[in-house]
């Protein structure tokens, strides 16, 4: 697998991550069936992407930046979906995230 394709599989865990945390909201503490199974069934295969992607990514690499992505991801639809605006010391620390996620990934040693 290339490299392209491991960042590929890693946007695949995020949207998979985003979906799961974002059906976990919606399962109110796993008493609805159908938003619980959704949630079972994306973190798994979150977690399925996220080991391909391991492949080639060194592990702290691929889980910090799914992670972080996965933070933002997930803030932008809550935002959208549950109408929950960060104040603004959260956004600084968004902020922060990405720039954490961009060194990592662009002046870290692979």
Not at 16 to 42: D, H, Q, Y
Not at 57 to 83: D, E, W
């Amino acid at each position: 697998m290339s490299l392209a394709t491991s960042y590929l599989f890693l946007g695949i865990a995020v949207f998979l991550g985003v979906t799961s945390n974002s059906f976990a909201k919606s399962a109110e503490g796993f008493t609805l069936f159908f938003p619980s199974l959704i949630t079972a069934i994306t973190i798994v295969l979150c977690m399925y992407a996220l080991s391909l992607v391991m492949k080639n990514i060194p592990m702290g690499i691929t889980y910090a930046s799914f992670a972080g992505l996965t933070i933002i991801a997930t803030v932008v639809v809550g935002i959208i979906r549950f109408n929950q605006v960060p104040n603004f010391y959260s956004l600084i620390g968004l902020v922060l995230i990405v720039i954490g996620v961009l060194m990592v990934n662009l002046l870290g040693n692979n």
